[in-house]
């Protein structure tokens, strides 16, 4: 047989919700010069849906087998992943993740290991399931400066608040039904708590800005101590809570990163983002705001940027990262200051909640629901007070844009204005 005739061998590592997602993918299509040679699991007494023989037990036989064209990781170990990934990148072999933890904490090391030896990694399925928005960022606006990236990064816990807007859902059924959908992390604080799209807006920021941030710098507050009282003050002034993730880059090039629970009106495309879907708003400076929506979980969705990512391998495509090299001084910045709405339904815990974030004690309000207040924190005290907010259930949301404290306003105000 003609050897260019041969379809690509793909190691699959990984038969979860997003491997079994690509495998169905790969089934349904034809005319793919694609076939997955060899698939690597961990539990060998799980039921599968395949025969028992096509699997292997130790993903370090795929890794071993240089007869496989490509390596496909998506399992949910950040770190074996990392181990699995660098070790392929060091054989100068094609890789594609959809691991967005993994790559948060390695990017760096990642992107150099593909310099040195030559292999390339592609990782659209890591962010937002099927919206190509790393590519666009990577590819399209490969040049254009862009004042923000913007968005609802998780479908998990997107999932939960509408369940919970629309049906009057409580937080915790909800959660349980994005689990059993598939939508969720294996560890739901992941989503909950707001890490998941943290590390997702980490990639963003070195395909948008060519920064790499270190994700636990990166403010992200997220919705477990949500309750009904939040959704019904929310919809009484005709707004949803979202959670929504955003990088900027300032006009003395630093770059700001924050993801929060926020306050949305109808006038943001990000109010119709419903369930698993996710959106991205990318405001450029010449192109204008462009907003992409779809699924953003979920393993045929996910499994379809899986596929996306290896036909692009078969021709040769790589991330350029090129801001890099127009960014090299970029840093992040916390100096920022929002209009803050905390909530928790003791008012007593609320009142020291107060102290803590610099607001009067006359913005504490009372109703059936419990307490809540509303004013202008600065990020800095949130991200001093994160842990507490967190271990104590407090609700925090932001409303309306963030706004550079000084001294740096004046400059955001004339660039952005
Ligand atoms: N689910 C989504 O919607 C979604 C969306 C975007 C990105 N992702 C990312 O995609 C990745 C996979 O997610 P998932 O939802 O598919 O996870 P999952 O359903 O929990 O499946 C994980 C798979 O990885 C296998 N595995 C775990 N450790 C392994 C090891 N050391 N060697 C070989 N196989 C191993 C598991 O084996 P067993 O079958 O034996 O347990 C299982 O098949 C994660 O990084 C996740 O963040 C998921």
Known sequence: MDAEKQPLRIGLIGFGCVGQGFYDILQAQSGLDLAITRIAVKNPTKPRMLPAERFSYHADELLNDLELDLLIEVIDDPDEAFRLVSTALRQGRRVVTANKAMLARHLPELVQLQTQFGGTLLYEAAVCGSIPVIRTLDNYFIHEPLRAVSGIFNGSSNYVLTRMSAQGFGYGPALAEAQAKGFAETDPTLDMGAFDPRSKAVILAAHAYGVFLDADEVLNLGIEGIGAGDMARAAAQGRKIKVVAAVQRLPNGHVTALVTPQLVGPDSPLYTVEHEFNGVAIEAVYAGTQFLTGRGAGGHPTGSAVLADVLALQRGLRYGYTKQATAPEAQLTTELELNAYVSHPDASVLREVL????????????????????????????????????????????EGSIRAAAPVAEAVAAVWA
């Open 355 to 398: 102290t803590w974030l610099e607001l009067p004690a006359e913005a504490l309000r009372t109703d059936a629901h419990g307490a809540y207040a509303e004013g202008s924190v600065a990020v800095q005290q949130l991200w001093s007070w994160r842990k507490e907010l967190r271990t104590n259930g407090i609700f925090v949301a932001r």
